[in-house]
Nanobody, 132 residues
Framework: QVQLVESGGGLVQAGGSLRLSCAASGFTLEDYAIGWFRQAPGKEREGLSCLTSSDSTTYYADSVKGRFTISRDNAKKMVYLQMNSLKPEDTAVYYC?????????????????????????WGQGTQVTVSS
């Protein structure tokens, strides 16, 4: 049974940092493309940062480029999102996602919500709140 469990969310002041973690189980992480998405109230879910299964390409949305860093530890079956210089507009529920690497050519292709909806997997989400 595939499972993704996020942790590390919370309340932080603007300018602060958080590190989100995603524990993967039920599949071989190194064979999967991974990504982080977020959804703010009243907005659509958006892809923030993704990696292909081979880590050959990385994608960052313009809104987080230079501030967020995605990484994975296949041996520990963990995925991370380091978030620095947080802004109030970063407030959202953050989701970890995974999809079999054979279906994903580029990291940017992975960072599309509809792509995950088809044969992909979501975590349950973790709330991040950035106060001004």
């Amino acid at each position: 049974q595939v499972q993704l469990v996020e942790s590390g969310g919370g309340l932080v002041q603007a300018g602060g940092s958080l590190r989100l973690s995603c524990a993967a189980s039920g599949f071989t992480l190194e064979d999967y493309a991974i990504g982080w998405f977020r959804q703010a109230p009243g907005k659509e879910r958006e892809g923030l940062s993704c990696l292909t299964s081979s880590d050959s390409t990385t994608y960052y949305a313009d809104s987080v480029k230079g501030r967020f860093t995605i990484s994975r530890d296949n041996a520990k079956k963990m995925v991370y999102l380091q978030m620095n210089s947080l802004k109030p507009e970063d407030t959202a529920v953050y989701y970890c996602a995974a999809k079999a690497g054979i279906f994903i050519d580029t990291a940017q292709a992975m960072c599309v919500t509809d792509v995950i909806e088809t044969m992909g997997y979501w975590g349950q989400g973790t709330q991040v709140t950035v106060s001004s």
